[in-house]
């Protein structure tokens, strides 16, 4: 099944254009589980999926939260993707790139090795470096465009010919999509540029949202911004808000509560 099929039938099951951030942090998780488990982070992970499988239309996976454990870090990512239901999707979040030699490997190992259904590719070495993940077209890959981040502007902002780069690499993903497997990244954060973004792109290319929550995008410019003609093709990222909602025994309840209230607001503005 195509990605961007995929992505229609859980965003119309669960009703949700919600996207959870399982990004693993022991600073930020119920300490209990520390004391009482010897695999928290499986735990844990397996918990928030539990309470919110109904409430999504996907799972992102930042692999820095993983590959920081090394082996068992690997582990702990081969099982999560495993615990979390076929039908809703699995992006991991690499943000990888390089020569196109090694492009190939990078987008080997996330499709084929951990399977997953998307993952974040960034643009910066051209079309020889994005030209691998793309072979795989019955997967999805979200190109950087405008990152979430206050230095997103040091880039991302640089003109050519009054065009800014952002805008530039829109245009490029439009261009890239003809097998209808792109996909864009743009922060909440600038809902000015998701607009103009999403104008670029047109109607038929998702584009992964971050930056609600913990970074203060808004919800309402989100989505309006964000969706197409028909209310769909974004995937609204939150992590932080929805993961460490709660930090006693209730974790996975609190996490619920929130992943619920994210989901109707974002449905609200749809
Ligand atoms: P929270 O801020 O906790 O909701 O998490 C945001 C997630 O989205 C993290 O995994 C970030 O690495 C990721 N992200 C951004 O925050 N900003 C971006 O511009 C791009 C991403 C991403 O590619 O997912």
Redesign the pocket.
């Known amino acids: 099944m195509k990605f961007n099929e995929k992505l229609e039938k859980i965003v119309n099951k669960n009703n949700s254009l919600l996207c959870v ?1 399982l ?1 693993i942090d022991q600073e930020k998780m119920p300490k209990f589980l520390f004391d009482s488990s010897k695999t928290p982070y499986l735990d844990f992970n397996k918990s928030i999926i539990d309470a919110t499988k109904d409430l999504v239309c996907a799972y ?1 996976i ?1 692999m ?1 939260f993983y590959e920081v454990f090394g082996k068992e870090g690997f582990d702990l990512l081969e099982k999560t993707i495993a615990y979390i239901p076929k039908n809703i999707v699995v992006i991991l ?1 690499g ?1 990888r790139n390089d020569i196109g030699n090694t492009a190939k490997k990078y987008a080997q190992s996330l499709f084929e090795t951990f399977n997953a259904d998307a993952v ?1 590719v960034n643009p910066y070495l051209g079309i020889d470096g994005v030209k691998p993940f793309l072979e795989y077209k019955d997967k999805c890959s ?1 190109i ?1 465009c ?4 206050t230095s ?1 502007r040091d880039f991302q902002d640089l003109e050519s010919n009054k065009i800014p780069l952002y805008e530039i690499v829109a245009n490029k993903i439009k261009d890239w999509n003809s097998y209808g497997n792109c996909g864009a ?1 743009v ?1 909440a954060t600038y809902p000015d540029e998701l607009q103009k973004i999403r104008a670029l792109l047109g109607d038929e290319i998702p584009i ?1 949202i ?6 203060g995008g808004d919800v309402e410019k989100t989505v309006k911004y964000g969706t197409n003609k028909d209310g769909k093709m974004a995937i609204i ?5 929805i993961i460490y909602a709660g930090n006693d025994k209730n974790f996975a309840e609190k996490s619920r509560e929130a992943a619920k209230n994210l989901r109707s607001k974002i449905n609200k503005y749809r």
């Open positions: 951030g990004d992102k930042n820095a979040d943000k974040t979200f950087l405008r990152t979430s981040n997103a990244v922060g992964l971050p930056g609600i929550g913990a970074q990222v939150s992590g932080r808000s």
